[in-house]
Structure formats: C-alpha cells, structure tokens
C-alpha cells in the first residue's frame, strides 16, 4: 500500500435531480492521520464520505484508498480496507444480540467460527462492552450502541475508520468515553462533524467544504483560529476557544498536536 492511504482527485458528484454536491474536491491523506472534514449542513460532506467507500460514485475524477481504485469490482477490498460508522447507529445494528451484529461482516467473508469469535470479542473488548455480547442491540443506550457499530467495524480489521457525526445525540458522559475511545485506536480517521471541539481534541489536521469545493486544508487550530474564513463557510470556533460569556475572558487552548 502506498503512503498516501487515501487519494481523492477532482471529485465531482451531481445527484440525478441536478444538485452539483461536489466541485472538483482534491486532497491525499496519508497513513495514521486523523482527519477532520467539517463544513455547514450542505456542504458535500456525507456525499464525499460516500463516495470514499464506494457507496456512490463520482460523475468526473477518482478515489483510491492506496493503489487500489474505488468502483464496483473492487467493493469487496475496499469495504474490507474502509470501515465506516454512520451517524444512526440502528444502520449498523440489525442482528438478535450484538455477539451476531458484530459478527455479521467476518462471517460474510467465510472465516472460520473461531476466527469470528477472536475478531468479535477484541473488538468488544477494545471499545468496552464484552459484557453487552448477548444483549439485543435495541435494549442499548445511545452510547453503548455508538460502541457496538464500532465494533462491528473494528471486526473487520480495517486500515481505515470513517465516522459520520459519531457524537450526534450522545450524553456528555458517553460522548467523552467515545473521544477517549477513537484517540487511543491507530486506525486512520476521516471524521465528519459538526462537533468542532471534538475535531480540536482528536484531528491533527482538518479540511473545510462550502459549496461543495475545499476552501482550506491546514492544520485544526490554524483553520480555527481564522474567524474570517469560519463566518465565510457558516460555522464558529469550538466552544473551548470562544471567549468566556460572562467575563469575556480568553480561554488558553491547550492543544494536543504540534502545528507545523
């Protein structure tokens, strides 16, 4: 595999009622970044990480996760290179218990039953529910089903983890145990938000669509940190940037990675 694990190149995609989603979008990211794609309700943003994984396909330009071609014949490589948790966890979760649901990807592929037991309880274990394995995954809360789509995408032993809005209606307890959760994997993530403060904690590097084009792909705090180009594409810093609201005070950011 090449070093650029994911190259996008002049990506356009126009859905069949004429809606221009994608505008020529380029960008290559390379193994073990952590990437952020953020932009306002319209951007392109889920259309793009369709098309990364092959759900749909470009009008004009390509993706390729290494040297292997997104198309058709090739799904079956890339599903098991990609592996993507959608913002509605009940997408994923359709199996009796979630022992079956995590198992449904690996057994598809006609591995051994002990090899999906291996693949199904590390991944378990690995995001925290071992202990939820028989449970019916509609007896779950929103957190620990966040958790088991995870799973049963970590199942599959993917290089690469795309996460649609991964925070969406999450409490402020299950939301922190999933940050905690996506910093310590090594998988290559591409994360599509809203949730700017997470992005600050978990992405080195973030890409802003507006209209369906790149309009910045730089380091997370220096796209932050330019409020002309955030009021542009209809967005605001992260929370923990903004001033205080009662004093005005200055918040010091600590930041996790280094800008260079």
């Known amino acids: 595999m090449s070093h650029n694990i994911i190259e996008v190149k002049n990506l356009n995609y126009k859905y069949p009622d004429g809606n ?8 290559k990211i390379n193994h073990g970044e952590s990437v952020g794609i953020i932009g306002a309700n319209g951007a392109g943003k889920s259309t793009l990480l369709m098309n990364i994984i092959g759900i749909l396909f470009p009008n004009k330009g390509e993706v390729r996760i290494g040297d ?39 057994r598809n592929y006609k591995l051994s039953e002990e090899e999906v037991k291996n693949r ?7 995001v925290g529910i071992s202990h ?17 789509a995870i799973a049963t995408v970590l199942a599959m032993n993917p290089d690469i983890l795309v996460m649609d809005e991964p925070t969406t209606a999450l409490d402020p307890k299950s939301r922190r145990r999933l940050i905690n959760l996506l910093r ?24 802003v669509l507006n209209e369906g084009q790149i309009v910045e792909d ?14 542009n594409c209809g967005l605001e810093r992260p929370l923990s940037m903004q001033n205080c609201p009662i004093c005005g005070t200055k918040k010091q950011i600590k930041y996790r990675y280094n800008i260079g």
């Open 20 to 27: 221009s989603a994608l505008n020529g979008v380029t960008f």
């Open 68 to 106: 292997i071609l997104v198309e058709k014949k090739t799904l079956s490589v890339i599903r098991k290179k990609v592996g993507i948790v959608f913002q509605n966890s009940d997408d994923q979760l359709f199996m009796t218990t979630v022992y079956d649901d995590v198992a449904f990807g690996p």
């Open 120 to 126: 199904v309880m590390t991944s378990l274990e690995t």
């Open 132 to 148: 939820l394995k028989d449970r019916p995954p509609y007896k779950l809360s929103g957190g620990e089903k966040r958790a088991a």
């Open 184 to 207: 310590s994997l090594p998988h290559t993530k591409i994360i599509t938000t809203h949730d700017l403060d997470m992005v600050l904690e978990l992405c080195n590097r973030v890409i």
């Open 218 to 231: 730089s380091s997370t705090l220096s796209i932050f940190e330019n409020d002309e180009l955030m009021k």
